[in-house]
């Protein structure tokens, strides 16, 4: 039911380390679609309040698409209280909408770009991760960038 | 002040020509009576500048942005090899496979990327002690006012190396060692015998500091290195707590930045 972790790739490459100036946060954005972004809609199965990254999965799809388990990643704890979240923010069976820049290989992973939460509060992911491009509700024009 | 210390505050030249300029243009509207802050209080929460918020945020009297930061200037021999690396690096971003750098496996950047306060950053002076605390990884160095640092022989190898400082007026000049060599800013290599020079002083306002940053290692740069950060001031910021305790991310067989789980239900 739940994603499962495999660390064997990382135990093996942990030494093998390329050092970079680091543009934005904990790894580039650039493996998420750089100008494609979706809305879902579904019921939260897990969120976790951990650093490097908050991590939402969420059992839904697009309006009238096929419902999967999506890992939808948020920026870290810090960023987030900055823009108005709180650890609590999220719970398991929570019934939410996001827009998110889904993962450019096709994993079922995307990075947030706004929320709607079940109580219907709106928030960013943050300023690194940048806006959403289109509305949480189709019929609405989102306002939601922010800051991190 | 050792030799190389000397050496260094003589080659920051037009770096600290352009950054006193922009705050000469604030001292014309700021006095002591106008601040809480002494000249030295660099202590207290900072962010980078321009922030996020963008420049200046609204206000008239912000500081303009540092310069651009060069190219660090390698030996012809290292700069070809830095240059086809980063020119990788870029294609791979591009294809939507960046590499996985050190902070893709929650290790912080040490010395001096963490004085870019991507995050914010905490400054306590505490006596002879000036402390930093870079709320990525929740870094920390520890600055010692009045020593000197040890010589790279005798400096174990750290990501934060060792700092001794002393101050010149207003301005801390704070001398860095003994930095790990695969502690790598911009992935640029560096010898066990790098020294890094800090001139960290307050723009007049006292709401704005200054980090006037130069790297010096002969085997592999053909001259100092240098570059200034900029920093905001950030009352009553809390700083936050960051330890990485559930990385998702890894390397692959290509060194590209990768999620390790099954997405598989």
Known sequence: MSIQIRRCALAAHALALVVAAPALAHHSFAPYEPDRQIRLHGTVEKFTWQNPHVYIQLRGGEDGGEEQL???????????????????????????????????????AALLKAIRTADGRVLSNGGPAGPATIPLDPEEVTDAGGQG | MSRALRRSI????????????????????????????????????????????????????????PQPQPDPPLKPEYYAE????????????????PPATNYTHCIGEGMPGMMMAMFPMEVLVTGDQVTVIQE?????????????????????????????AHWEGDTLVVETTGIKEYVRYRNVPHSANMRIIERISLLPDRDYMQNEITVIDPEYLTEPWEWTWMYKRWPG?????????????????????????????
Request: hydrophobic share 35%.
């Open chain 2, 82 to 97: 830095w240059r086809k690396a980063q020119d990788e690096a870029a294609a791979m971003t591009a294809a939507g496979r």
């Open chain 2, 237 to 265: 910021y809390k700083m936050q707590e960051y330890i990485c305790e559930n990385n998702l991310w890894g390397s692959d067989e290509d060194g590209a930045a990768t999620l390790t789980i099954d997405l598989d239900e």
């Open chain 1, 70 to 108: 999506w890992l939808i990643e948020c920026a870290n704890p810090g960023i987030l209280n900055r823009v108005g979240w709180k650890f609590n923010l999220v719970k398991e069976g929570d019934e939410i909408t996001v827009v998110v820049a889904p993962m450019r290989n096709g994993q079922p």
């Open chain 2, 136 to 164: 990525a990884y929740n870094q920390v160095r520890r600055i010692y006012v009045g020593e000197e640092p040890p010589p790279p022989e005798d400096a174990e190898p750290r990501f934060a190396g060792h700092s001794g």
């Open chain 2, 10 to 65: 003589g080659t920051l030249g037009v770096a600290v020509t352009l950054s006193w300029c922009a705050g000469a243009a604030l001292a014309q509207t700021s006095s002591d009576a106008e601040t809480q802050y002494g000249p030295r209080d660099i202590g207290g929460t900072w962010e980078r500048y321009p922030t996020l918020a963008g420049l200046g945020s609204g206000n008239n009297d912000a500081p303009p942005r």
